[in-house]
C-alpha cells in the first residue's frame, strides 16, 4: 500500500528582522515585534491544520482500498504518523517564530533601520537556526542534570556524581590478608573506562571478609575521608530511594557474596537525630547470598519503606571461606541509588571528558571540575532562555553560588573559587573540613600510582575574572527574580575585588588574582585587559542596581586601564592582553576575546569596532572540521593560535551583531551551529571547544581539545539569539554607559 507522508506543504514561519542600514527605523518597534509573532504564530497554526487535514484525507482514500484487517491497521498507524509529523513541523515553525521575535527586538534597539526577509520551513527541514539553538539548551540541561536523576555510589573513577568514597575494610578472623580492593581496575569494565575489583582468599574455613563504601568523616586539613563504623555523626539522606542497583560479575561465575545497604553502627541504642549510626540497619539482613556469573549483571537491592534519612554505608560486600572454597574474585559497576533529586544544588561539568584509563591525562584532570566561569555563562544562557524551566535552572545555579560565597572551605572574605566539583555542590555531613560544615565540594582526581586525591593549583586558585563574571550572572539573576541574596552576593564579591587586586599605580585596574592554596595562594601580579573588562561591567551594572557611587568610581579605575590598553601594540589597533608582572604592555599575545568582548562591554564602535577587525585578520582560521573534511571557518584563541576556537568564534558573531555587520554574523553562526553535528567529539547540541585535540592558544601549557564544552554551547546560544551577556541587552541596543 501507499506510504503515508506529510504534504509537501511550506509554512511560513517567521519574517525574520535584519538590519538594512540607509532607512529609518519603523515606529512602534516592540509593538511590530509582538505583532509579527502572533501573525508568524497564526500562520504556522493554520499551515499545520491544513497538513494535518491532508493526513486525514490520506487515510481515508488508504482505508477505502484495504481489503482486510492488516491493510486497515497499517493506515491508520501510518496516518498517525502523518500527523506527528505535522506536529513536528508545527513546533520548528513556532521554534523559528520566536528566534524571529529575539532578532526584531535586538534590531528595535539597534541604530539602524528593520527590514524583514522571509524564511519558510516544510516538512522535509531538518535543521533551522531555532533548532539548533533549542538542541543547545538540551545539551546544557542534559549535563545539568547528568548526577541528578540517581545518586552514584561508584559509576567511573573520579565521576563528579559518584558517593560514598571511603573504601572500608570488613575483616573477619584472618584479617586484612584476606581482602584486597581495587577502584582503578581498566580491564573488562561494564562500562566506561574503570570499576572496582575485589579478592577475598582465605586460610581457615571459619575466615570471611568484604568492604563497605562509607561517606566516612572528613576534617580539618583532610582531602580525602576516613571511615567511621559509628559514633561519629555522618551520612547522606536518601530518603525518597526506591532501591540500589549495581553490576556485578564474578572471575569464574558462581561466588557467593552477599551485597547490602545501611547497617553501620547496628545496634544503634538511642542515636535520635544525630546520625551516629545508619538510619536503616543491614538490608538485606545476613545471610542472604547472591550467586554471581561470570558474565555482567544487573542486581537491585529493594528499599521500600526503608528510613534512609541517615545512610553512612552506601554499599557494601562480604564472602565468606565456606561459600567459597576457591575464594571470590567480584567486579563491580554502575552503582547506583534510584532516586532523582531535580532540586539539588549543583553546578554543570565543564568538559564531556572521555573515560580513559586512570592516568595524568586531558580527560582525568578534567572529568568531574565545573569552572565557575563556565556555570555562570550557562545561567546568563539560560535567563536569556526565560521559560519557565530555564528560569528554574538559572535560580539552582544563582543558589549555588551564592551557597559559594557563604561556605569556602578556608576563606570568609566574599571570593569563590576558579572552578567546584560538578554534581552535588555541598559536602554531605561528617564532611567538616577546617571544622566547616556544608562547605562547596572542590574538583579534583583520585591517583592510582600513589593511592590520593589531588587538587589543581589553577582549579582551587582565584582569578579576578572568574569573580566578574560571576557578579554579572548573579546581578543579572536578581534582576530576574528580586532576590536580594543574588545582590548581596554580588557585593560582597566585588568588595573582595576592590580589598584584594586593585593596583594604585599609574597603570590602575586590578591584578589577576591568586592561584593555589589555602592559607596563602600565590599572588598573580600581572594584570589581564579582560579581567578589567570583566570587573568594569560587574561594578558598573552593580553601581546600577545599587545607587551606590563608589562602584562607578571602582568601575571607571577598571576601565581606565583598558583605555590604556587600546593601540599599545604595532600593527592594526587592538587590546593589547594587558601588563606582565613588571607592568610592562605585554604584546606578545594576541587574544581574540578581549578584542571582541571590548565592543560588547564598551561599545564606542568608531574606536573599539576596529579589534573587530583586527580579529578577523590576525585570528581567523579555517581547518577541516565538518563531515567529510569539509573545512570549517573560524576563530582561534589568540593570534598564535593554530586552529578553531569555537567559543571565542560565538564571541565574534556576537560582536559583528554589536557592530551592525548581520551578514558575518550570520555566517559565523551558521558554522557554529553546524559544529553543533558535525564537528569531532560534537553531539547531542553540545559545541565543542576545538576541531581536534591539542589545538594551540598561544599560552605554554594550554592548549583546546575536541570536547564538547559548556561555555561554548552556552556562548552559542547567546550569540544565535542575539544577546549580549555583560549587560543583558539585545545585540541591536545601546550599550550602557558608552563613552562614560
Not at 88 to 102: F, I, K, M, P, V
Not at 290 to 303: K, R, S, V, Y
Not at 649 to 674: D, I, S
Amino acid at each position: 500500500m501507499r506510504r503515508f507522508l506529510p504534504p509537501a506543504l511550506s509554512l511560513l514561519v517567521a519574517a525574520v528582522l535584519l538590519a538594512a542600514p540607509g532607512e529609518g527605523r519603523r515606529p512602534a518597534c516592540p509593538q511590530r515585534c509582538a505583532a509579527d509573532l502572533r501573525g508568524c504564530r497564526a500562520g504556522a497554526a493554520g499551515a499545520a491544520r491544513e497538513c494535518t487535514r491532508s493526513c486525514q484525507e490520506s487515510r481515508a482514500e488508504a482505508l477505502r482500498r484495504c481489503d482486510g484487517g492488516p491493510c486497515r491497521r497499517a493506515a491508520r498507524g501510518a496516518a498517525a504518523g502523518c500527523r506527528a509529523a505535522c506536529g513536528s513541523t508545527h513546533r520548528a515553525a513556532r521554534r523559528l517564530c520566536r528566534t524571529a521575535r529575539e532578532a526584531c527586538r535586538g534590531c528595535c534597539g539597534s541604530g539602524v533601520a528593520c527590514s524583514t526577509t522571509t524564511t519558510t520551513v516544510s516538512s522535509t527541514t531538518t535543521t533551522t537556526l531555532g533548532d539548533s539553538i533549542d538542541r543547545a539548551y538540551r545539551y546544557l540541561d542534559a549535563v545539568m542534570d547528568e548526577h541528578a536523576t540517581t545518586v552514584d555510589v561508584f559509576t567511573e573513577l573520579g565521576s563528579a556524581g559518584d558517593h560514598f568514597p571511603a573504601r572500608c575494610a570488613l575483616l573477619g578472623p584472618g584479617g586484612p590478608a584476606n581482602v584486597a580492593l581495587d577502584a582503578c581496575h581498566a580491564e573488562g569494565c561494564a562500562t566506561g573506562a574503570t570499576c572496582i575489583a575485589s579478592t577475598f582468599t582465605w586460610a581457615s574455613p571459619s575466615d570471611w571478609g568484604g568492604w563497605y563504601l562509607q561517606n566516612g568523616v572528613l576534617d580539618g586539613a583532610d582531602v580525602a575521608p576516613a571511615c567511621s563504623f559509628g559514633g561519629v555523626p555522618t551520612g547522606l539522606d536518601l530518603s525518597g530511594a526506591s532501591a540500589l542497583c549495581f553490576r556485578a560479575r564474578g572471575r569464574d561465575g558462581g561466588e557467593a557474596v552477599e551485597f547490602f545497604v545501611g547497617g553501620v553502627g547496628w545496634p544503634p541504642g538511642d542515636r535520635g537525630d544525630t546520625c551516629l549510626a545508619d538510619s536503616l540497619p543491614r538490608v538485606p539482613p545476613r545471610g542472604q547470598a547472591t550467586i554471581l556469573a561470570a558474565d555482567w549483571t544487573e542486581h537491585c537491592i529493594d528499599l521500600a519503606g526503608a528510613d534512609l534519612s541517615c545512610v553512612n554505608g552506601g554499599f557494601g560486600w562480604v564472602a565468606n571461606a565456606p561459600s567459597n572454597p576457591g575464594g571470590a574474585t567480584v567486579y563491580l559497576d554502575d552503582v547506583r541509588f534510584v532516586l532523582a533529586r531535580p532540586d539539588a544544588l549543583r553546578l554543570l561539568r565543564s568538559y564531556a571528558t572521555r573515560p580513559v584509563a586512570p592516568g595524568e591525562s586531558i580527560d582525568t584532570l578534567l572529568a568531574n571540575v565545573a569552572w565557575s566561569y563556565d556555570n555562570a555563562v550557562a545561567l546568563l544562557a539560560y535567563l536569556a532562555r526565560d521559560t519557565p524551566d530555564a528560569r528554574r535552572r538559572a535560580r539552582l545555579l544563582a543558589d549555588a553560588f551564592v551557597h559559594a560565597v557563604g561556605h569556602d572551605r578556608f576563606f570568609a572574605d566574599g571570593r569563590i573559587r576558579d572552578a567546584y566539583q560538578a554534581g552535588d555542590f555541598v559536602l554531605a555531613r561528617g564532611w567538616t573540613p577546617n571544622g566547616r560544615s556544608d562547605t562547596a565540594r572542590m574538583p579534583g582526581r583520585w591517583d592510582c600510582a600513589t593511592g590520593r586525591w589531588l587538587e589543581t593549583a589553577d582549579q582551587v586558585g582565584t582569578r579576578t575574572g572568574n569573580v566578574a563574571w560571576v557578579m554579572l550572572a548573579l546581578l543579572e539573576a536578581h534582576a530576574a527574580f528580586g532576590d536580594s541574596r543574588y545582590l548581596d552576593a554580588a557585593r560582597a564579591m566585588g568588595v573582595w575585588i576592590e580589598a584584594n587586586t586593585r593596583v594604585g599605580d599609574s597603570a590602575g585596574g586590578y591584578r589577576g588574582g591568586f592561584e593555589g592554596w589555602e592559607p596563602a595562594p600565590t599572588v598573580l601580579e600581572w594584570r589581564a585587559t579582560e579581567h578589567n573588562l570583566d570587573v568594569y561591567v560587574a561594578f558598573m551594572r552593580l553601581f546600577d542596581r545599587t545607587g551606590e557611587a563608589v562602584w562607578r568610581t571602582r568601575a571607571l579605575h577598571a576601565k581606565a586601564f583598558v583605555r590604556a590598553m587600546w593601540a599599545r601594540c604595532p600593527g592594526r589597533p587592538r587590546f593589547a592582553a594587558g601588563t606582565t608582572v613588571g607592568a610592562e604592555v605585554d604584546c606578545a599575545l594576541g587574544p581574540s576575546d578581549v578584542n571582541t568582548w571590548g565592543l560588547l562591554a564598551l561599545g564606542e564602535t568608531a574606536t573599539y569596532g576596529g579589534a573587530i577587525d583586527w580579529v578577523e585578520a590576525a585570528c581567523a582560521r579555517t581547518e577541516p572540521c565538518f563531515a567529510g573534511g569539509a573545512a570549517a571557518e573560524g576563530i582561534a584563541f589568540a593570534a598564535e593560535g593554530d586552529g578553531i576556537w569555537w567559543e571565542g568564534t560565538a564571541h565574534t558573531a556576537l560582536a559583528h551583531a554589536v557592530r551592525g555587520e548581520p551578514a558575518r554574523a550570520q555566517a559565523l553562526v551558521a558554522a557554529l551551529a553546524r559544529a553543533l553535528d558535525e564537528a569531532p567529539g560534537a553531539g547531542g547540541g553540545g559545541l565543542v571547544a576545538a576541531c581536534r585535540d591539542g589545538v594551540a592558544t598561544g599560552i605554554d601549557g594550554f592548549a583546546l581539545h575536541a570536547r564538547r564544552h559548556v561555555g561554548a554551547t552556552a556562548w552559542f546560544a547567546l550569540a544565535a539569539s542575539g544577546r549580549n551577556p555583560f549587560w543583558g541587552i539585545g545585540a541591536g541596543e545601546a550599550i550602557p554607559h558608552e563613552g562614560e
